[in-house]
């Protein structure tokens, strides 16, 4: 562990008028991660259309001691049409987060001139050269599967259940859903 150099990480999200909800701080970015995901999970029913999650420096003097890591940016997905399509960064990544659906574009970890893009529900996985082709293929996939008129194997409630109860944390899942409730509370 360095000393000396600590820092926290904020996970915040915002309303189309620009109020924000930090979500929480927390001296693990890996939390602050699986806070923001759990989170984006479950914003369905919120009118959030943006978040970001900051690294702070502590006992910092001065304006520099905070940075984005990364950005979140709300769309309709491309498969299902739902509007839970996060786009990470400047479209380094994207995920539906429409249980049934779960479409996602990746840039290819190893190779940079290469995307990655699939459709679990169908167990479809594609290749692109960029971002833009890889939401034109995922277009395309669900064209294709109604087309051929194909019944798109949803994963059972359980199963989707089972994979997002790994991915988040007992105590984290409490601080989302106290949030959650919050907002959508009149
Ligand atoms: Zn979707």
């Keep these: 562990m360095e000393e000396g150099h600590k820092q926290v990480f904020v996970p915040i999200v915002t309303t189309p008028g620009g109020k924000e909800t930090i979500l929480g701080v927390f001296s693990k970015e890996e939390d602050s991660w699986d806070v923001m995901r759990a989170f984006l999970s479950r914003a369905a029913g919120t009118d959030i259309v943006s978040g970001n999650i900051t690294a702070w ?36 990544k994207a995920r539906c987060y429409y249980p049934r659906c779960g479409a996602w574009i990746e840039q290819n970890p190893y190779d940079s001139e290469r995307w990655d893009c699939g459709w679990p529900a169908a167990n479809w996985d594609k290749r692109a050269d960029s971002y833009k082709q890889a939401f034109q293929r995922l277009i395309e996939m669900r064209a294709q599967s109604k087309s051929a008129g194909n019944q798109i194997r ?32 009149d």
């Design 154 to 185: 949803m994963p059972s409630r359980e199963a989707w259940l089972g994979e997002r109860d790994r991915e988040r944390r007992s105590i984290q899942k409490m601080k989302v859903d106290s949030v959650l409730d919050e907002m959508t509370e």
């Design 57 to 92: 420096e502590i006992d910092f003097v001065g304006e520099e001691g905070q940075f984005v890591l990364s950005s979140f940016d709300r769309n309709h997905c491309p498969v299902c049409d739902e509007r839970t399509f996060w786009v990470e960064g400047d479209e380094e």
